[in-house]
């Protein structure tokens, strides 16, 4: 069955590092997603892209993130100078309308130290 | 305001009942979904339902929404060890595609 996956699984970096945390989404899919979950706290919606634009975006999402689907398979969070408030687990997800169902990867344990 | 709290905010029964889990939310909605979450790992998604259906069943899931309650339920029978996760709740912000609110989430404990 497809899946989405993420790389790498855990990445440990120092405050004021950029960086690149990597999803594949399901092969078909058109809506990719990027949200976090802090430890302990609820799962929150950070982007959402479509048509290699983003269709929306939370608070959280400023200037300090990005994101790109550089080829035809990859969708990128890039987190430019990263603050200890970063620490969270990132997930991605893909859907494929007209089907709303949300299909998110394993996540990235994102450590700044 | 907060979409998508659940209750209880933990569960602890024994294996072979059955658990129950209720959110609610506070606008209107496209559909509600329920995951389960094991503990630091991936959300996995488990049953969505439309705002214009009223119940749903997959496997031993069933989910009902009250959409004039603004609330859901999630009811898990008879219950396993393997049930144990963290349940979340959440809804699109706008239409089917956006982004997801979740709520706090209920941990759900299954005695053996």
């Known amino acids: 069955e497809p899946e989405v996956t993420q790389t790498p699984s855990h990445q440990v970096t120092q405050m004021g590092q950029e960086v690149i945390l990597r999803c594949v989404p399901i092969s078909n899919h058109l809506y990719f997603y990027w949200y976090r979950q802090i430890l302990g706290q609820k799962v929150e919606f950070l982007v959402s892209?479509?048509?290699?634009?983003?269709?929306?975006k939370s608070e959280i999402f400023d200037d300090q993130f990005s994101v790109e689907r550089p080829d035809g398979s990859n969708f990128t969070l890039k987190i430019r100078s990263t603050k200890l408030e970063d620490s969270a687990m990132y997930f991605c997800a893909s859907i494929l309308p007209p089907f709303d169902t949300q299909y998110f990867g394993p996540g990235t344990r994102l450590t700044v130290l | 305001s907060q979409q998508g709290e659940e209750d209880p905010q933990a569960l602890s029964i024994q294996e072979g009942e059955n658990a129950t889990m209720n959110c609610s939310y506070k606008?209107?909605?496209?559909?509600l979904q329920w995951y389960r979450q094991n503990s630091g790992r991936g959300l996995v998604h488990l049953i969505l339902?439309?705002?214009?259906?009223r119940e749903k069943h997959s496997g031993r899931l069933r989910v009902t929404l009250d959409t004039s309650k603004k609330s859901s339920s999630l009811l898990i029978t008879a219950s396993r060890a393997a049930d144990t996760a963290s349940y979340f709740c959440?809804?699109?912000?706008?239409?089917?595609?956006?982004?997801?609110?979740f709520g706090k989430g209920t941990h759900l404990i299954i005695q053996p």
């Open positions: 959440a809804t699109p912000s706008g239409g089917g595609a956006d982004g997801l609110t």
């Open positions: 892209f479509y048509n290699n634009e983003i269709s929306e």
């Open positions: 339902i439309r705002s214009n259906e």
């Open positions: 606008t209107s909605i496209n559909n």
